[in-house]
């Protein structure tokens, strides 16, 4: 058995099988063009693109989470326009001569940057944002779909980050709970996962031994319990009813 603990996102009690969500997301290589216009409008459909995307996602947010949280995509869709974020690009573009990709990934990296220097927590946590919205351009970019989670039992999703596209989009039929090592209980992922009912955890240190192991989520705590002793499953079945009747008591 291996306790690991973090902060409490949303409480509840999660018992399944754990799943490492492994995103393999490359170094962006930079490539010299020799056709700036080109590459600039090759740019501009990508965001075009990206805001489509976006518009979909408010759309799904809207039914599943409400109208205040939905607008966490339209935030994104903001920063798709801001007017610093497109010059940094297109100025790297025309200057280097570099590759759409490598000057939306230079200009990612400084926003973040930027974000999470700040000392309001609010704003620090606009750089999980910002990578969210970048890391949609970017594979819009390079031709890479969205990887959906699909599994075929319930099961816990474990991951270094999650952003709130990836969020809004896990199935709720399958997924128990999350675990995260990055990330905040501020941050729109974790406001997100309180509104979708999921239990969940951030700043949890886990290794990769947790990968198809039996685990327990518990929420109150702030405890992910892998490979639990029978007597602490006991336990956590026992607490998880109590919660499952609280909760049908709540709606009658």
Known sequence: MHVYSGKSVYGGIAIGKAFILKKNEGAVRRQRITDIDNEINKLNKAVDKAKEDLDELYKKALIEVGEQNAMIFDIHKMMLEDQDFCESVYEIIRSEKANAEYAVDRTAL????????????????????????????????????????????????????????????????KVLAFVTRKGSTNSHTAILARMMNIPALTGVDFDESCDGAFAVVDGFNGTFIVEPTKKILEDMKNKQDVQIKKQKLQKE
Do not use: C, H, W
């Open 110 to 173: 400084k926003f973040s940057e930027m974000f999470s220097q700040m000392d309001d927590e609010y704003m620090k946590e606009r750089a999980a944002d910002a990578r969210d919205v970048t890391n949609r351009l970017l594979k819009i970019l390079q031709g890479v779909k969205n990887k959906i989670i699909q599994m075929e039992e319930p099961f816990i999703l474990v991951a270094d980050d999650l952003v709130p596209s990836e969020t809004l989009q896990l199935d709720k039929s």
